[in-house]
């Protein structure tokens, strides 16, 4: 997915706008590297921070070469993934070892993306 397409979802928690400019900083100098922002139906599970630098990106305006850098970032489909499947898969687990749905804790996700791709970037999820 690539920032158009994730652009109306909403942080699943309040943002420090420093830490947004560190990744607005490291975007533009870098590119996007790292985990993608983790998309579970039509909300974040992962990526706040991340997606309201991508925001502050897109509403940039001023030295042509640096607009036009935003936006071959912004068009970059490795910003997110829908990891929808991966999740439910996880619950309906859940379900079956144990006769009950779990409530979402955003601070404890690792559980839901357990035997995934996204075990690779465990390191860079602080709600792993």
Not at 14 to 38: A, F, M, N, R, Y
Not at 64 to 84: M, P
Not at 89 to 94: E, H, P, V
Request: charged share 35%.
């Amino acid at each position: 997915m690539n920032f158009w397409q994730i652009k109306g979802k909403y942080g699943i928690n309040k943002t420090d706008q420093k830490k947004v400019e560190e990744i607005k900083k490291s975007i533009l100098e870098k590119g996007w590297i790292g985990c993608p922002i983790l998309i579970n139906g039509d909300e974040l599970l992962t990526g706040s921070h991340r997606l309201e630098a991508l925001k502050q990106l897109n509403d940039y305006e001023g030295d042509k070469e640096i607009e036009d850098r935003i936006s071959d970032i912004l068009d970059n489909d490795d910003i997110a993934e829908d990891v929808t499947d991966i999740v439910e898969a996880n619950f309906q687990k859940f379900y079956e070892e144990n006769g009950y749905y779990p409530d979402i804790e955003y601070d404890q996700i690792g559980w839901m993306l357990e035997g995934s791709w996204v075990e690779e970037y465990e390191e860079e999820i602080g709600e792993w």
